[in-house]
């Protein structure tokens, strides 16, 4: 488990029980840079990092497109990591994985530390889960595309 996962689950246990269900992605987004900044994490939204492609026979990287990050967390002393925010009533926690991996590797180069976790907020029609049980950590068991451990967080 990465260092500071234990803290953003109890975060996000908190907001949960706080807002409850239902709120769009973004209200989570602000509740959590709120609380993250309020315990010494210098907290960037919305960045926006190229994503490259080298083609064939070629040396040169194209930038293709462009991702846009949920959060970009950092301490100091310590290496970057990027949060990634859903809130929906279901969601594969290989599909927020990928979507982190993506974010790792386009961002690799700048921080070569980098990790990242996902966390999805629940959605209306999940009200029965348990509170204890809203945050659940998922351990990556894949291979990882950019040597790095991710980590999905369901709140």
């Not at 291979?143 to 709140?155: K, Y």
């Amino acid at each position: 488990m990465l260092p500071y996962t234990q803290e953003v689950r109890e975060i996000c246990l908190y907001i949960s029980q706080q807002l409850g269900v239902g709120h769009s992605e973004k209200v989570y987004q602000e509740a959590l840079a709120v609380e993250l900044r309020l315990r010494g994490y210098i907290v960037e939204l919305e960045r926006v990092v190229p994503i490259m492609y080298t083609p064939a026979n070629s040396g040169t990287d194209v930038c293709v497109g462009y991702a846009r990050l949920d959060l970009l967390v950092s301490k100091p002393n310590s290496p970057p990591f990027v949060i990634e925010l859903k809130a929906a009533a279901s969601l594969s926690a290989a599909s927020l994985r990928a979507q982190v991996q993506v974010y790792l590797k386009a961002l690799r180069s700048q921080y070569p530390g980098i990790t990242g976790i996902g966390v999805q907020f629940m959605q209306p029609g999940t009200k029965d889960v348990p509170v204890n049980e809203r945050v659940q950590i998922l351990e990556d068991d894949t291979p990882n595309l950019v040597e790095s451990e991710t980590v999905t967080i369901h709140v």
